[in-house]
């Protein structure tokens, strides 16, 4: 069965520094794969996503994932954060030929420090 | 805007009560979700379904139940409600046959039981 793994539970950041969030999964087929983000009170909304091609993955505010299929790993970067991208961010997998069923990882609280 | 929206943001209930969590989106959605999030174990899958009247069990679907009588509804049921059942309930959707969009997702319900 797919797992996720989010290594770190809360990372304090300073404004315009870089992050790094980090996403392991286990899976012996092909996957699709998937950031959330889920500011404060708020419901998660889609951040990024890998289905196939490209191995780099944007988002329009700045973040990029890179899926690793060696490592199977999916980590999320930002080169410069800002205090708006304060939240919390799950990884999400979903086995290809498993329907369209998620299983999400423990998520990474990102507080953002002026 | 696409929406899914559920009846309450925040609930009280007793221990022993019969509880209902309503979801209901406009999206035309075939795939609906409930999960539950509690801290540092992400969101764990409870029940899903991929059509009306259609039902099949998540990771964690013990103490639940569901239904779905209609395409644009997917209820939660706590048949007996218990203490460990305190969580925030997330209902999300998704198109048939494709992760291309991702999940959407609710609000949520903050579901205290006393």
């Known amino acids: 069965a797919q797992s996720v793994t989010q290594l770190d539970s809360q990372v304090p950041v300073f404004e315009e520094a870089p992050v790094e969030l980090r996403c392991n999964y286990s899976s012996s087929v092909s996957v699709y794969l998937f950031w959330y983000v889920q500011y404060p009170n708020q419901g998660l909304q889609l951040l990024l996503k890998?289905?196939?091609?490209?191995?780099l993955v944007e988002s329009i505010n700045g973040f990029e994932a890179e899926f690793n299929k060696s490592q199977t790993s999916f980590h999320l970067r930002k080169p410069s954060v800002h205090i708006s991208d304060t939240a919390e961010y799950f990884c999400a997998v979903s086995e290809v030929a498993a329907g369209n069923k998620l299983t999400f990882g423990g998520g990474t609280r990102v507080l953002v420090k002026p | 805007d696409v929406k899914v929206t559920q009846s309450s943001r925040y609930l009280v209930k007793r221990t022993g009560e019969k509880v209902f969590l309503e979801c209901v989106q406009d999206m035309d959605h075939e795939n609906m979700f409930w999960y539950r999030q509690d801290p540092g174990l992400g969101l764990r899958l409870i029940y899903f379904?991929?059509?009306?009247?259609?039902?099949e069990k998540g990771d964690i679907p013990e103490g639940y139940s569901v239904s779905r009588e209609k395409k644009e509804r997917f209820s939660l049921i706590l048949e007996s409600a218990s203490t460990n059942q305190t969580s925030m309930y997330l209902c999300?959707?998704?198109?048939?046959?494709?992760?291309?969009?991702?999940?959407?997702f609710g609000s949520g319900t903050r579901l205290t039981v006393v």
């Open positions: 890998y289905l196939s091609g490209s191995t």
């Open positions: 999300a959707s998704s198109l048939g046959g494709t992760l291309y969009y991702g999940y959407t």
């Open positions: 379904s991929y059509d009306v009247k259609m039902k």
